[in-house]
């Protein structure tokens, strides 16, 4: 070996590992880019399927009250989605180059590519049902928006300051009508007993981390880890099923794989009503 | 929904609606101004009346604060007692504020 190349030698591996790590601090920069943006996706599209479903009750609520208490909460979920979808699509297009807005990643994607938990995707069913659902998902919201409130993602914190007031009026609305249906007569009872039977096999898919442990794990402090809602979620939701005087169901199967794209049946149903304007007359507005 | 349809006696519906109570919506705006009756609704009860006066009267920052009285509870003056009750104030001129200047600066009087 030459001096020439003894001199050279730590010079060239010193290049080489100061690139290596280059290359490496960009692809995890892009891997978080991506995890950050899929775990948003997940979260705007729950909002965004669960608004379209509540504004099916427009004109159809027992009462005029109702129909518009329920658009309300339509148009909160639908408020937050737009917050959500429009930075997943921005993450998104850090990564690829070319970014989707919000309309895009509403209207143009396909069932497979949305990334709501099924609970949301259910039909209304009766009032009770819808209940029943608000109060799963209202709860689960209120839990997620207050851990959130001290991500250190400045967009997601926001978005937690403004929506967990709004998730926290869902919440109560649905707590005054499963104690109203609950404790009211043996039919409401029975029906609201039912409503929460049929609902209940989707709430173990909300806090099943399988299909988003990977996300979860390159986000520390950004995401709120779903298990950890867990415990506050239960005690809310059993406190108010002990005093509407109706029973927790036992659930013989549960569903999965919403997170990972999987999805029911109802939301093949859904899409179209959801997305046909907008693919008929692309770039529509008011 | 058909079944739930076959389940609800005939006037079902017509009858609960006529079951739940009519509730008068007051308003205050902002700090430092009166309640304001705004309108009506109808609810099962008065925590609900709440709800859905909030829902209804308050979708456009309008209040700050919300009251709900049942109807019934209101006593009214009768259309039939409209000249005895209030034509009497009519010429007495001297009862309105008139006769002096609102000092500058001083609002909602």
Redesign the interface.
């Known amino acids: 070996m030459t001096a020439a190349s003894l001199s050279r030698q730590p010079l060239d591996s010193a290049d080489i590992d100061q690139a290596d790590i280059d290359q490496a601090d960009i692809d995890q920069a892009d891997i978080d880019q991506i995890a950050l943006a899929s775990y948003v996706l997940g979260l705007g599209d729950d909002t965004l399927i669960l608004a379209q479903r509540l504004g099916e009750w427009i004109t159809r609520a027992p009462?005029i009250?109702?129909d518009?208490?329920l658009g309300?909460i339509a148009l909160d979920l639908l408020g937050q989605a737009r917050t959500l979808l429009s930075y997943a699509g921005e993450l998104e297009g850090k990564v690829t180059g070319t970014s989707r807005g919000e309309d895009d990643l509403a209207f143009l994607r396909d069932e497979r590519e949305f990334r709501n938990v099924h609970l949301v995707e259910i039909e209304n069913g009766?009032f009770a049902v819808t209940m029943a659902r608000q109060l799963i998902f209202s709860a689960y919201q209120y839990e997620l928006y207050t851990a959130m409130l001290t991500s250190t993602d400045p967009t997601l914190s926001a978005l937690a300051a403004k929506a967990v007031k709004e998730v926290a009026?869902h919440r109560?609305?649905a707590t005054?009508w499963v104690l109203?249906l609950g404790d009211g007569t043996p039919?409401s009872h029975d029906r609201m007993q039912a409503a929460l039977d049929q609902v209940w096999p989707y709430v173990e898919e909300i806090f099943d981390t399988a299909d988003t442990a990977d996300i979860l794990t390159a986000l520390p402090g950004v995401a709120a880890d779903p298990a950890a809602l867990r415990p506050a979620w239960s005690r809310y939701v059993e406190a108010v099923i002990t005093t509407a005087t109706l029973s927790l169901p036992a659930p013989t199967w549960r569903s999965r794989g919403g997170r990972a794209g999987y999805h029911s049946e109802n939301l093949g149903h859904l899409l179209p009503d959801m997305q046909n304007l907008h693919r008929s007359h692309p770039g529509a507005s008011w | 929904m058909t079944t739930d349809n076959n389940q609800t006696p005939p006037g079902g519906s017509a009858r609960s609606r006529k079951g739940w109570p009519l509730w008068e919506v007051f308003i205050r705006a902002r700090r430092g101004l009166s309640h304001q009756h705004v309108g009506s609704l109808h609810a099962p009860d008065a925590e609900m009346a709440l709800r859905n006066a909030r829902d209804v009267y308050t979708r456009r920052g309008e209040g700050v604060s919300i009251w709900i009285v049942p109807s019934s509870a209101i006593t009214a003056s009768s259309p039939d007692e409209k000249d005895p009750f209030f034509d009497p104030a009519m010429d007495k001129a001297y009862r309105h504020p008139t006769f002096y200047d609102v000092p500058e600066g001083v609002s909602h009087l």
């Open positions: 009462q009250e109702e518009i208490a309300n009766d009026y109560d609305h005054q109203r039919e």
